[in-house]
């Protein structure tokens, strides 16, 4: 199996900076293929990515869309590197929280936070500043302070990094106490570094 993977992506603050970090993590060998907005809805891409938007990847000569699917997929090419946790209680915890982070918090709170840039309409920022505020506040404090979502280090921790990035930058979180330790502990990363992954924070 190479450890050669295909990235496309619009910039490194994008959904792919979730499968740039994990590929890094696991020492793959990264190709940028960098796409202007716009192009993510006309061929050539279309034709990899039929839902028109980033990331897709290319591994093992297969092509691949959904970036915490492709964080996994590499992870389960290698089991070794305990990417995803092994035993419950941790698996249990570590499912919980791609669910949590990829579907109840993760387009809320991009749009959120493209609103408020004035990349796409207020409103969504207004019809989600409600639900999501509490729910993020909820998900920031369940972080550890000294350790990991499941034990370890693994992908539920780069997914909730994602979330938790934005929810800083949007103003909806605070960088302080619990939340910043935590931070702090993945930014050191050097998996993380190389994907700049919290360039901007
Ligand atoms: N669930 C998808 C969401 C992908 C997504 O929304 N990507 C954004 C960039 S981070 C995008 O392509 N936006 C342009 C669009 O939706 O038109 C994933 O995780 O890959």
Redesign the pocket.
């Known amino acids: 199996m190479s450890r050669h993977i295909r990235i496309w992506s619009?910039a490194d603050v994008?959904?792919?900076g979730?499968v740039r970090w994990t590929a890094n993590e696991l020492g793959y060998e990264i190709e940028e293929a960098r796409i202007k907005?716009g192009e993510?809805?006309a061929e050539p891409y279309q034709a990899l990515n039929p839902?028109?938007?980033?990331?897709t990847a290319e591994l093992d000569g297969q092509t691949l869309?959904?970036?915490?699917a492709?964080c996994l997929a590499l992870a389960e090419r290698h089991p070794e590197a305990g990417l995803i946790p092994a035993g419950q209680p941790a698996r249990d915890r570590f499912w919980q929280t791609i669910s949590l982070a990829?579907t109840t918090l993760?387009?809320p709170v991009?749009l959120y936070y493209l609103a408020k840039l004035g990349f796409v309409e207020p409103a969504w920022a207004e019809l989600w500043a409600g639900p999501l505020q509490p729910r993020l506040t909820t998900f920031a404090a369940s972080v550890s302070r000294d350790g990991y979502i499941g034990g370890e280090f693994s992908i539920a921790d780069i997914c909730a990094a994602y979330v938790l990035r934005i929810g800083v930058q949007a103003d909806l979180l605070s960088l302080e106490g619990k939340l910043e330790a935590y931070l702090r502990r993945l930014m050191e990363r050097p998996a993380a570094q190389a994907a700049r992954f919290f360039e901007g924070l």
């Not at 839902?51 to 990331?55: F, N």
């Not at 869309?65 to 915490?68: A, G, H």
């Open positions: 619009f994008d959904r792919s979730k907005p993510h809805t839902y028109q938007q980033v990331p869309i959904e970036s915490t492709i990829g993760e387009t991009v």
